[in-house]
């Protein structure tokens, strides 16, 4: 979510670093919801599928489309076949493939891919991907009033806002309603030092033994939760 990756000498993916050993983060994404589309999770860094061609395209999405538009024993001809996919693809659903392009490498990587075809089952898909939201409705109710994109199964962070600042990512953290809001400021603290963040934002949602902020950093910004602005406005009215 956070880091850009590339391919070292070895044609392996790992994270990039600039030439200082920071972190080089990834740019924000902009484009066009799609009102229907197929759910097809990206391969995995380490998924045995992968060969390392950069234009390489899951098994999965070749197999749908194979699958609505022709019929066992058909002959499927890909002209610009790259590593070859979508002949794995067809020989995997029994049709007869025909493939075609003018890098030898790429010939051969697909001879190869054919004789050992290797198609990486997706956790995702199987266990759906209800599986991996551990967001409650709560916080799912105070991120979606956020221009930011949710983080699911990081305990650190909840959010990241879309907007940049420093040409960083901005961290956003509920406090969860059995920590008080120095711990979630030290937890906070750190992520920020793990994803070099230069902000992160923090949403009060309890007054559990915070009458003093310690130790709050200056790039860390504190708002309270509609329910604590609410409860604090009526209990000074009763004051």
């Given amino acids: 979510i956070l880091q850009n990756r590339r391919r070292n000498d070895k044609n392996k993916i790992v994270y990039q670093y600039n030439d200082n050993g920071n972190l080089v983060t990834s740019k924000e994404k902009n484009g066009v919801p799609l009102s229907d589309v197929w759910e097809i999770p990206y391969l995995n860094p380490k998924a045995k ?61 697909a001879e190869k891919r054919l004789k050992n075809p290797i198609k990486t089952d997706s956790k995702l898909l199987k266990i759906g991907k209800e599986a991996y939201d551990n967001k409650t409705d709560f916080q799912k109710n105070i991120l979606n009033q956020i221009d930011c994109n949710i983080v699911q199964r990081n305990r650190a962070i909840d959010g990241i806002l879309k907007q940049k600042y420093k040409n960083k990512h901005v961290l956003i953290k509920i406090q969860e309603k ?62």
Avoid at 51 to 65: D, F
């Fill in 49 to 109: 599928e992968r060969v390392g061609y950069p234009t390489q395209k899951p098994i999965l999405l070749l197999e749908k489309i194979i699958l609505l538009s022709t019929n066992i024993n058909d002959i499927i001809i890909d002209p610009f076949m790259g590593s070859g996919t979508t002949l794995v693809a067809a020989k995997l659903l029994n049709r007869k493939h025909i493939g075609i392009d003018i890098n030898k490498s790429a010939v051969e990587l």
């Fill in 178 to 239: 059995d920590k008080s809001i120095n711990e979630t400021i030290k937890s906070v603290s750190n992520a920020m030092k793990n994803k070099n963040s230069e902000l992160a934002i923090i949403i009060r949602t309890n007054s559990i033994n915070d009458l003093i902020y310690q130790n709050v950093e200056k790039n860390i910004f504190i708002i309270d939760s509609y329910n604590i602005s609410i409860n604090n406005y009526i209990k000074n009215l009763i004051e």
